[in-house]
């Protein structure tokens, strides 16, 4: 594995085209990053009440596998409700870097 790759994890009810800006100017330093859609936001925000933090962390920790297992340097980074969700993802399996922004605490 080498280089270095971001999972980027959006706010509640976001979408990943808030961390869109972010993503881009980490690919044009080199880093490839991703940001999944959480389940219950974007197009299925009518099926918010349905989800629960648990099937977001779970969407989270399956994005964040193949980045901690593919580069050499892995950064998270969460905004918001990301932000909480990014803290317990760096609990589970630490990054290199954890970035918050405006991190949801409870």
């Known amino acids: 594995a080498t280089g270095s790759g971001a999972l980027l994890i959006h706010g509640f009810t976001g979408t990943p085209a808030e961390m869109r800006p972010l993503g881009e100017a980490l690919a044009a330093a080199g880093v490839t990053a991703v940001c999944p859609l959480l389940p219950g ?4 925000i ?7 933090a648990s099937a977001w962390l779970e969407a ?3 994005a964040w596998e193949p980045i901690a297992a593919d580069f050499d ?7 918001s409700l990301g ?4 803290l317990r993802l760096a609990a589970e399996r630490p ?4 970035i918050l922004l405006a991190p949801f605490l409870r």
């Not at 936001?41 to 299925?44: L, N, R, S």
């Not at 340097?73 to 905004?79: H, N, S």
């Not at 990054?95 to 954890?98: A, K, N, S």
Request: proline share 3%; net charge neutral; glycine share 14%.
């Open 41 to 44: 936001m974007g197009e299925q």
């Open 73 to 79: 340097r892995c950064v998270l980074v969460g905004f």
């Open 95 to 98: 990054p290199d870097r954890l």
């Open 60 to 62: 989270v920790r399956a």
């Open 83 to 86: 932000g909480a969700l990014a």
């Open 46 to 52: 009518d099926r918010l009440g349905e989800t629960n």
